[in-house]
């Protein structure tokens, strides 16, 4: 008998087994389907990492997709240089201290923008860093973070580009909440320091749509305001009616990105100095020394800048013989401002724009000005009429991929030019290479004229 019930319990535990191992076969079923699924999203996120071919859509009147018209594309590009010659004759802030608040909380680590929203944002920072010194010489920037419901200082107010892009490389972790008010709070404390002569900012990427403040962030906005603290914010989801009351009451500009490059342009717009109002500062005299380079070597080290580096380099201030390290920057020993000339000259680009170039009809194109509009003698035979900058051929072509776009037109020299060479002109060079060398031209003659034969 004992046999016989040993016996069945054998049976019975064998058949309790059965559907104990099912289940381990099903689960083992389900995680195989599991990994194969996440093995094809990986080879299909490798196939389509950089293919967003929805960007090459566009919606017309008619609500229908067609696809991306590159003219119309370029005509959009140029509503940015057109706004900033429209605006050649307003008054603008020559030196900016700008501070940057990034938003670093858990919405930062959302993905719906490449790789997600915190790495985007440091990406285009970055960028936006080197624009800004460029387009501003003399000011100053520093970069604040909001995370875990605080606000943390990244870099302090200085105008040396690559101190704020080494921080930003470092790597930055998202979490928690963010408050604008902290934000705000300490951009506003740090600004008030900022001589009555500088233009002070404030630029926020907000990547999510709530703020969880200690208090009352309208208090905040109206010390900003007595600050006179301009407050722009660039949103990466949806609009936020607290981010619309801030940039309106200081008289900021508010922004939502609809995509990655959108959102660059949005960042980008804030590089050139904008319009002062008309409350501001009234214009006052600037104070400033030409330093010039100290010597490298062992030789020549000495105490530079106001943390007392032992160092050899930097630049020694014109009245007080202490060094500095980088420029522009403030004397630390008599607080005297100093910048190199190259700077000052390069800060009046924005008071004195090229024109804008006139934009040319493709039946005003003709062969017969191929000649006239190429200025270098082995190109003077070209066939069909060619770019003055870069010498492309900007002929109307059957073909779509040999499109050359919007064809420009100097109003002064009447040099055409294609798109691109009217963007690097504008933005970059801003000077007209025709205009630059009819003068010469005219230059050259003159002086011959002026020459008394023997």
Not at 29 to 37: L, V
Not at 69 to 92: F, N, P, T
Not at 222 to 233: E, G, L, M, Y
Request: overall charge negative.
């Amino acid at each position: 008998m004992a046999e016989a019930s040993t016996s069945g319990q054998q049976a019975k535990g064998k058949h309790k087994a059965g559907p104990m191992e099912d289940g381990a076969w099903n689960m083992e079923d389900e995680q195989a389907e599991e990994d194969e699924a996440l093995a094809d999203m990986n080879a299909f996120n490798r196939e389509y990492e950089n293919d967003n071919s929805w960007e090459q859509l566009q919606e017309d009147e008619y609500g229908h997709l067609r696809p991306l018209d590159v003219r119309e594309e370029q005509r959009a590009k140029r509503r940015r240089l057109l706004s900033a010659a429209a605006s050649a004759h307003i008054r603008r802030g020559m030196i900016r201290y700008l501070t940057v608040v990034l938003d670093m909380s858990r919405a930062a680590s959302m993905t719906d923008m490449r790789p997600n929203r915190g790495a985007m944002m440091i990406q285009i920072l970055q960028l936006f860093v080197r624009e800004f010194f460029d387009q501003n010489p003399l000011s100053h920037l520093s970069i604040m973070m909001l995370r875990n419901g605080r606000a943390e200082r990244l870099t302090e107010l200085s105008g040396s580009p690559e101190a704020h892009i080494s921080k930003l490389k470092e790597g930055l972790d998202a979490g928690g909440n963010a408050s604008l008010q902290n934000g705000l709070d300490l951009a506003v404390s740090a600004l008030k320091s900022v001589p009555p002569y500088g233009h002070r900012e404030v630029l926020m990427l907000f990547a999510g749509l709530s703020t969880c403040d200690p208090g009352n962030i309208l208090d905040t906005v109206q010390v900003a305001k007595q600050q006179r603290v301009r407050v722009s914010i660039v949103g990466l989801a949806a609009e936020v009616h607290i981010c619309r009351v801030i940039t309106e009451e200081t008289g900021g500009i508010y922004s939502v990105g609809m995509s990655d490059k959108h959102v660059e342009e949005c960042v980008m717009d804030h590089a050139p100095p904008p319009p002062t109002r008309a409350s501001g500062a009234g214009a006052s005299l600037v104070r400033m020394g030409f330093p010039q380079k100290a010597a490298d070597g062992p030789t020549a080290v000495a105490f530079v800048g106001a943390d007392c580096l032992l160092q050899s380099g930097g630049f020694t201030c014109p009245r007080c013989k202490a060094r500095v390290l980088d420029l522009p920057s403030t004397c630390h020993v008599c607080g005297l401002t100093l910048v190199s000339s190259s700077q000052l000259a390069r800060s009046y680009h924005h008071l004195f724009p090229v024109k804008p170039f006139v934009e040319v009809s493709s039946n005003d194109l003709s062969v017969q000005d191929s000649i006239s509009q190429t200025s270098v003698p082995c190109f003077q035979e070209l066939p069909g009429v060619h770019c003055h900058g870069c010498l492309s051929d900007l002929s109307a072509s059957e073909k779509e991929d040999q499109d050359p776009g919007v064809v420009l037109q100097c109003s002064d020299c009447k040099h055409l030019f294609c798109f691109d060479c009217d963007v690097y002109v504008h933005e970059s060079l801003h000077n007209c290479p025709g205009c630059e060398a009819s003068s010469s031209r005219h230059h050259d003659v003159d002086h011959d004229d002026m020459m008394i034969p023997d």
